[in-house]
Every structure is written in C-alpha cells, then in structure tokens.
C-alpha cells in the first residue's frame, strides 16, 4: 500500500522564475493538502484540494496555486518565486472528513532552494 | 499565528530516560494531534487525543490534555537512539482549517 509519493525530492531554481511540485495521495485517499515548512519551523497550511476544487486556503499569496486531478494527484504551483519560499513543501492526504478526525499521512517532501 | 506552542524548544536526554515535551494553544480544540519528523523530512503521525479525553497511551507515548489550562503534554518513555526527532503538536482549534503547527521540539536521544 504506496504512501504518499512527492516529486522531487529536491530542486533549485532562480529568484523570480515558477515551479511546480507534485504529489500523489495514498491509495484510497481522496483529499491533499499543501504545507510549508521552513527551516526550523513548524508546517503552514497552504490549501487543502477535495474533488478537484481548492476547499481551504492559508494565509499565502496568490503566487501559491494548485490544482488536483481526477485521480486524486495534485500540484502545487508557485509563480514569481522569491528567495523566502526556500522551504520543505509536504503534502498530506487523507479522506474527506476524516483527516482532522484521525490524521493525515505526509509525503517526505520537496526540497526547494531559490537561489 | 500559530495555534500550539511547544515546549521546550529543544531538549537533549539520555538513551533510556523519559522525555516530555509539552503544547499549548490558544483557542478551543476538537481534538490535538502529535506528529514526528525526522531530519527535516516528512511528518509521521504519533497519536490523537480528544477534547473530551485526559489520557491516551500508544507503546511508549503517553499524551495527556487539560482542556482547562489549553495544555497538552507528550512523554516518551525508555528513550532511544532512534527517538531523536522534532516533534510537533497540531490542534484544529476554531480556525475552519487544516491543522495548525506549533514550532516543535527537537529531542536528541545521546546512547
């Protein structure tokens, strides 16, 4: 039973430019939420995705995007990128409703630098 | 602003003493969850505890919540080499949102 699958594991990329991280949801889990983790702290929520549709969102501009799939998968897009969005981004999923009931499971997260 | 903070920010212990890292929030919860991340990777998920519950055991895990004082308090017991990690507590509070992090604790198990 795959967990949670994030791609890539790592990646650079210059100030000002976009990128894209990936993840894929464990098997039978419907819903993904997005967060950021910067060095020495705790998550962020960025937003969470249920039936491809952004259902909450965080406190983040609207650089941050997202969007899922029919198969549950989901990207998180960043535009303009700014050297203070060098951080460990994690995926969660869970299934609707019962992630703030019983937990979520987390991917290991991409690593992004902008340098 | 975060919604739990953990106490204390670091602590460094020896293999096979207990260790308590304790959480604290802001607004009423439904339940307070405790996470582990090891080397900055991703969060594994330890134990739940519900706002109408005191205690909850899992293996080694003892998680305790006092509504009252919006207060929750992890310990480990019979640490080991492999317990080294952050750890993290997450509430839902009121906040209509995903779960909320506090900063974490980073426990250092010395053999």
């Known amino acids: 039973d795959a967990g949670v699958t994030q791609s890539p594991t790592h990646l650079i990329k210059t100030r000002g430019q976009q990128v894209t991280l990936r993840c894929s949801p464990k098997?039978?889990?419907?819903?993904v939420s997005w967060y950021q983790q910067a060095l020495g702290q705790g998550p962020q929520f960025i937003f969470q995705?249920?039936?491809?549709?952004?259902?909450q969102r965080g406190n983040f501009p609207d650089r941050f995007s997202g969007h899922q799939f029919p198969n549950y998968s989901s990207e998180l897009n960043v535009n303009a990128l700014l050297l203070g969005d060098s951080a460990l981004y994690l995926c969660?999923?869970?299934?609707?409703?019962?992630?703030?009931?019983?937990?979520?499971?987390f991917g290991s997260g991409t690593r992004l630098t902008v340098v | 602003s975060q919604q739990g903070e953990e106490d204390p920010q670091a602590l460094s212990i020896q293999e096979g003493e207990n260790a308590t890292m304790n959480c604290s929030y802001k607004?009423?919860?439904?339940?307070l969850q405790w996470y582990r991340q090891n080397s900055g990777r991703g969060l594994v998920h330890l134990i739940l505890?519900?706002?109408?519950?005191r205690e909850k055991h899992s293996g080694r895990l003892r998680v305790t919540l006092d509504t009252s004082k919006k207060s929750s308090s992890l310990l480990i017991t019979a640490s080991r080499a492999a317990d080294t990690a952050s750890y993290f507590c997450?509430?839902?509070?009121?906040?209509?949102?995903?779960?909320?992090f506090g900063p974490g604790t980073r426990l250092s198990v010395l053999p």
């Open positions: 969660a999923s869970s299934l609707k409703g019962q992630g703030l009931v019983y937990g979520y499971t």
């Open positions: 098997s039978g889990h419907d819903t």
């Open positions: 995705y249920y039936e491809e549709e952004e259902r």
């Open positions: 607004t009423s919860i439904n339940n």
């Open positions: 505890i519900r706002s109408n519950e």
């Open positions: 997450a509430t839902d509070g009121n906040y209509g949102q995903n779960f909320v």
